[in-house]
């Protein structure tokens, strides 16, 4: 009788390289000298620490050195070993080629725990082979690699949506209707009236798309237990109930962020070291193509110290292929790109779209399907392999916000479209970086981002691939000058003369010329060629950018933030406290003041806890003080003055009515065109709106106040009806202007009393008609006209309303659009705080802020002209 059992490994090694020499399947000789050396640094530095991080550039063959150490520490050391993937695909990347061309025996987990194969099973909890699963198989309530000894993440960079989401709870107006609102009816008595207009609101202006907010931790507090009961009811049986569960008893230590489309509730850091699966490991190893020097691996991961293992001196493949970019918009109009998208595939078999949300991906996919012989391939139709996709002759892949698990090298895709994709993921870092000015805590972040997305068609050193990018926002994220010189020479030289070249296009024939002279390698190829190797070779001599000398501040602030999450999900606030502290100790810098205010708030709010817990008085007038400054420091965020734990209320300087919302409605309207053509642009609009101010025409007239409104950042509006005012700017949600404007082809006619009576009535109109105006608002009603006398029948009527002349209006406009020029000329990218505090500092030193509009209009009553 024969007996049936598996022989013991042997473990007399003492390297992953010496271990591998044995194995006989494997289809290549071994790993390459810098993929050896980099071993010998995980060896020597990082093989007994608790979290590891390993930079391998993209086409480095990262993979292989993951497996290798993986290989070794389950066969040295006897560990049980999960190599995790953000998706399913490249899970089964991951297998197959562990399998089929390293010659190492993997098993790989998707799907149900449920359905997990006996035979896997076995294997891995006998240590016999490794796990190969995705990041959502360790983050969830019931993972069954509770027991493993090593965690090793691949590209890690792509973590953070996996990561937060089990922390994350996340209600849309449009998929979750009915709870949207539901919740909005439970935050009412805790918002003012303009951001519960804002939330709620069906029709909303452009200018609200913008609008972002977050709710302070006291006033969420005030209606916790109904907003606790409503979710619980709401979202029991849902996809959304296992993230809740997670963070339901610690509301307090989550941000609640709110816009007119998204309710986003979640804590600033996951604190994944609650999760044991994650938790218990001996080692967590995080391989990244980047890892940044800032701190956002320690952000995103909820760790907080990694040890950063160094790039080996001679790492020779940094190379991810050429890119040639392409910028339609900088020669053709926005409303252009989908066409421009579909006469775009038609020169090649295959090409993959990424798009920024679901909305997108509904209106590019509408227009392909109007192609019957293009197949459309969705996420679904990709989650396991891009095999069958590649094998086509005409088809296109559409994802809506996906970096990850695309790896479309050679012949399998040479066309990749980048369609108005976002700088933020979620509602959270966008109100840190719209609201807190905190552009450069996410700059690196950002920058991964755009690099991940940009490099799917391009996966070794050799292969190449066309970059259409579309949108206006994402064409400025990547070309802005300050944008342009963080990038490697290679690509920055690509970037420059792709932008070069489609600032000359004329008609879309030209456009499809170039591009078949990139793929048929005509002449003109070589020129391309030659000319991004001379600029790569240009930047390259230049002397570095060095880094901002704030990252590493921000790299070790990251380590105290980690620790007041933890701190302050666990109620120990004394010890948060301490922890802001650290972390205070490190903004210094104007670029980080909006970071600062936000860590500022927070110590108020802990005070605040403190006091309310215990009574010493001392902590009540720490938030106070706290509270004062986080105030001091925002002018974005107005409910850090109302956060008094005694008073409640603020002296306001009239010279701060409006300025906050001026400077970053200025910053919107930078951002909706193009930061190269910017300049020409504004040039050509003020030449216009001067040339409308200059004429008699009242239409004309009308037109060109209502786009000065626009052009200085005013949310300024006008209605065609026969008794409605004519354009009115909202300076913030309690001041307003409205004009009745009345160009006359005889300067001496006296100004009627049927035209005052109707200017009587703008401010009821307004009230009634307009939906961003509450009763609260302060409406100036001002009549504008080139006359400068009244009849004395109309003086009866013009109580209320104020008078100014055209020439004062004209040098007015004059001058203020002369100063907006010259901020505009200084901004480099969004959300940047020191550039938005000089834009406010113009305003006020050249006498152009919303209160001196407010002085200008109403320095004379209409009451006051000459009566005849």
Known sequence: MAFNFKKKEQNDFSTPQEMYRDYRERKIKGPLDYQSKMIDVYMSEGIKKGDVAIELPTGSGKTVIGLLIAEFRRRKFKEKVVYLCPNNQLVNQVVEAATEKYGIHVTSFTGSRRNYSPESVSLYTRNESIAITNYSSIFNVNSFFKDADVLIFDDAHSSESYIASNWSVNVTKYDDQELFYQIAEVLKPILDSSQYRRLTEEKHINVENSWCDMLSVDSVAEIHDSFYDLMEEFVSGTSKQYSWSNIKNNLHACNILISNSEILIKPLIAPTLSLQPFATPKQRIYMSATLGESGELERITGVNTIHRLPMVDDFEVKSIGRRYFLFPNASFSEKQSLEIMTALKKKQSRALILVESENELKKVTKVFEKEPSTKIYKKEDLNQSFENFSREEDAIAILANRYDGIDLDEEKCRMLMLYALPSTTNLQEKFFISKLATSLLFSERIKTRLIQ??????????????????????????????????????????????????????????????????????????????????????????????????????????????????????NRYEAALSDISKILSQLDGNELKGYRAYWTYMAGTLCRLIFENNGTESYRGKANSYFNEASNLSNSVNWFAKLKVISKTKNVDSKDIGITELVNNIEDGILKGSLKKQEAIFNRDAAKILDMLNSNDGETFENGIQEL????????????????????????????????????????????????????????????NEPSIDKDCNIRTVFITNSSTIDASAVVFSNGVYYLNRDRLLSFARKSIGIVRRIRETFVEPGDIIWRTDAADMLIENSITPNDIIDLISSYKLSDLEIR
């Not at 060629?529 to 060095?546: A, L, P």
């Not at 309690?734 to 009393?753: A, L």
């Open 709 to 768: 409104g626009l052009l200085l950042g005013y949310n300024s509006n006008n209605n065609s009806g026969s008794a409605a005012p004519d354009p009115w700017w909202i300076i913030d949600d309690k001041n307003c202007i409205v004009s009745e404007c009345k160009i006359y082809k005889d300067t001496q006619k006296n100004i009627p009393p049927n035209q005052v009576k109707q200017a009587s009535k703008h401010k009821e109109w307004l009230y009634t």
């Open 453 to 570: 997305a940009i490099g799917r068609c391009t996966r070794s050193d050799t292969d190449y691939s066309t970059v259409i990018i579309l949108g206006h926002d994402l064409e400025n994220m990547l070309i802005s000058p300050k944008k342009l010189q963080q990038f490697e020479p290679e690509l920055r030289a690509e970037l420059d003369v792709g932008y070069d070249i489609s600032c000359n296009l004329d008609n879309l024939d030209k456009l499809l010329e170039n591009v078949d002279a990139i793929y048929e390698r005509k002449s003109e190829w070589k020129e391309l060629e030659q000319e991004i190797i001379s600029r790569r070779n240009i930047f390259d001599n230049e002397e570095s950018h060095e880094k901002n000398p704030l990252y590493k501040n921000m790299q070790i602030s990251a380590i105290h933030e980690v620790d007041f999450q933890y701190n302050y999900w666990n």
